[in-house]
């Protein structure tokens, strides 16, 4: 995959994210907020669009607020995040579909140009170079998929 | 956890670093004496240019005092420290190995057998949480995941102390907050032999939020102006009164 690594939303920046909000005692303005962190308007959108994709924040009107899973993941160690982490991103349609794709292939596998031409039908609304980023990015962190460079190909990720 | 015994665990005595520069003398270091205690957190701030970074490596023995003495464990240091495990600003990685092949380097350069790398190797991918990028290249990874890099492999070598330089100005601010605290973590996880770490740095709120003790070096050529101890409980909060009155009295030292 090639590409800049930051057109998506990194887990390292959303916990951070979760970590502001809990120091401005749990929410705060959706504006403002973009204002003090410095943060473009569209790059903000994304990253509190992600959070809330995964339950760690909601956004009422203008306002953004710490759900309680998004409390409960900054008391937890490294490895108490990625497997709430992957909990939640196993709840995801878009990694729902994948997975099943994947997982009707005999080898478990698809080329990467296959899965975002079946993104493109299946999530027609969505950005499918971000999906596919996201894919692999939030996919190997939650040790859900794997992805070969060399040969382009996402598979299941199915531990050692 | 600060050892009990009188003799400071790592020890730099009088210590002075002179580079010629095109012939000339340009002294980086004059004078610097500093103790650190086994189980400490302290950092190193200081003005831009003054001799952090030079201070770091003469700490890991990786040049030498022109003068001067440093004492690890008692015992006068000549070469390079191999209890010292190195966390890079620029993240350091080699772009044509993947997360697994660079965590491991650390461990192929001492020799170690095969069978100890693997297992090294995946406890520390996994302790950082990098469990699922093995086979990642670094262009495909965002900076905190590069950074998480630099610290499997500098934890897997499996040292005493940890000397970081800056280990987060490469990377934004949110991913900051999040790596900050996975390192405390790390630091207080009794599984790591990590137990001392030395950090530079040139956010002072970075020092007192991670640090026991601040050490206030002087504009080149530097030395120890002073020491603050930093005494608020973990996890600390930068809302805490105490923390700005830290802040502006180093910033003032500083200044
Ligand atoms: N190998 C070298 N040869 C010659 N001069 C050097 C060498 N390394 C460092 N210096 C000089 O020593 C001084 C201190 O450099 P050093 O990199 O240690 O400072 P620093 O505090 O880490 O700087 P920064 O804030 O930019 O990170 C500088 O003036 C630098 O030019
Ligand atoms: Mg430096």
Redesign the pocket.
Known sequence: MEGDPDQYPGISKIVGLLKVLAEAGGGGDLYQLGVDLHLELGEELQLVRAAESLGFVQTPGGDITLTDLGRDILKKDINGRKKLIRERILTLPVFQAVLEWLSKEEDKSLPAEKIRKRLRETFPQEDPEGQFQILVNWGRYAELFGYRADREDLYVDQGD | MVSMDKSPFLRLLDVDRV?S?QGRM?P?IRGLSLDVSEGEFVSLV?P????????LRILQGLIAPTSGKVLYRDVLQTGVNPDMGMVFQGFALYPWLNVWENVSLGLVARGVDPGSIRRKVAFYIDKVGLEGYEEAYPRELSGGMKQRVGLARALCIEPAILLM??PFSNLDALTTLTLRDEVLMLWKDPEMSVRTIVM?T?IIEEAILMSDRVVVLAR?PTHVVEEIRVDLPRPRDRRDPEFDRLSDRIFSLIS
């Open positions: 580079f520069d340009n980086a200081g831009s240019g003054c001799g952090k970074s030079t201070l330089d800056e530079v040139h080149r």
